[in-house]
C-alpha cells in the first residue's frame, strides 16, 4: 500500500452576519434625535413656553437677557388673544446702572383685537409694551396697575390672577407657533423611527435566509492499493 496525505479541506465559507447598525438605521436615529433637540430648543428658546413670567403681585422683576435687543411684555389671561379689555399696565425698566430704557406701548385699549398676541396650550397673552436694550445683562422690569381713577374704566379690565410675561418677538412668528415643533421636531423623528423599524425587518429577513454553514471534513491519511 502507497500512504497518500490528504490535506485538510478548506473551511466552509461563512455566510456574511449583516451589520447591527446599517446606515438607514444610523439615519434614522440621528433624525430622531435631531427631532428631540430641535422640539426642547424651541420650547426653551423660541415659543411662549420659555417666556420669563411673574404675576401682578410681583410688581418688580429682574431678567437677565444674553444678548441686546427687542424684548416684549406679554399680558396673560384667558381671552388676551381675542377683544377682550387689556390690563391697566405701566411697565418702566432699569438697566443695570440704574439708568431707565425707553418703552412703547404697544395696544390700543379702544381696538385690543389688533394687538400682536399668541395662543398655545396652557398660555394666551398679548403684547402690551416694547423695550429694547443695548446689550445683555440683568434689567429690572417693573410693572405696575395703575390705581383705579386713573384711567376710563370702560376700556379696561381688572384680572388678579393674569400674569406677566417678557419674550423676543420671534415667538410672534410662525417659528413660536405650535406648528412649528411639528415640522422641526416631530416629522424628523416619525421619519426617524421608520428608518430604524425598516433597518430592523431587513436585518431579520436578511438573517433568516443565510444559509446554513457547509459540514466541514477530516483530514488524515488513505491508503491506496
Known sequence: MIP???APPLPAARARRPSSISLAGALGATLIMVGVVAVV???AAVSPYGFARFTLADADRTISVRQGGTYLVFEEFTGASGDEPPLPLQVSVIDQRGRPVEVTYLIDPTDPGAADSYRVPFHEGRAVARFQVPEGGRYLVQVDVRP??????GLYRADPAATVAIGRPASLTWMGSVAAPLVVGVAPVVVGVGLLARACRSRAG???????????????QRAVR
Open 4 to 6: 497518500i496525505v490528504l
Open 41 to 43: 430648543v424651541w420650547a
Open 206 to 220: 436578511t438573517q433568516r435566509r443565510a444559509p446554513p454553514p457547509a459540514p466541514g471534513g477530516h483530514g488524515g
Open 148 to 153: 383705579p381713577g386713573t384711567y376710563p374704566a
